[in-house]
């Protein structure tokens, strides 16, 4: 009988309202929602933000790469803080944002793809990230700094994915609860 009680107690713990780290997720997840939404905006709009009033810069940034092809850079350098700052809006708004999580994790994957490779070729340059990249001294990057911050904003993104729905969201007064 005893074993059967703890277990239940056990259980209760879980339980919305109850005590513990999961009580307070499962009673704080749209407020937790909101506040991951609103960082992953911000880095968004941060990325954004210095790479829209030079996009010759930023096509450079991305030539500097040596991943895409010619035909490619010039499009992609010119697209990319446009898209950066859509994904941030719409987190803003509360639109799409299962969606938008997915595409922010996606993107991270292909930003912190692109910066190993920079180490694994031996080119040194500052990412871009924020803002115009460019070539450095050898011994001068940044890249594990630079991976570390993208995987610490997978976080808010993983959480998104999971937890969509969040306090002041447009999508949520649209629609209800996303699924």
Known sequence: MTSMASKAAAQDKGAPGSGGIRGF???????????????????????????????????????DFKILPESLVTPFG???????????????????TRLVAIFSALLLLV?????????????????????????????HTRYTLDVLRDLLYMVPAAWLIWKPASKFSLERALLGDPI
């Open 111 to 139: 930003y912190i793809g692109g910066i190993i490779s920079l180490g694994a070729r031996g080119i040194a340059i500052s990412c871009g990230c924020g803002g115009s990249g460019g070539l450095v001294p050898k011994g």
């Open 25 to 63: 997720v499962d009673s704080n997840q749209q407020w937790i929602s909101l506040v991951m939404r609103l960082l992953l905006a911000a880095m968004w709009l941060n990325y954004s933000l210095g790479k829209l009033g030079s996009p010759e810069s930023n096509a450079q940034s991305v030539r």
């Open 78 to 96: 010119y697209a990319q803080p446009y898209f950066e700052m859509a994904l941030g809006l719409l987190l803003i708004l509360g639109l799409g």
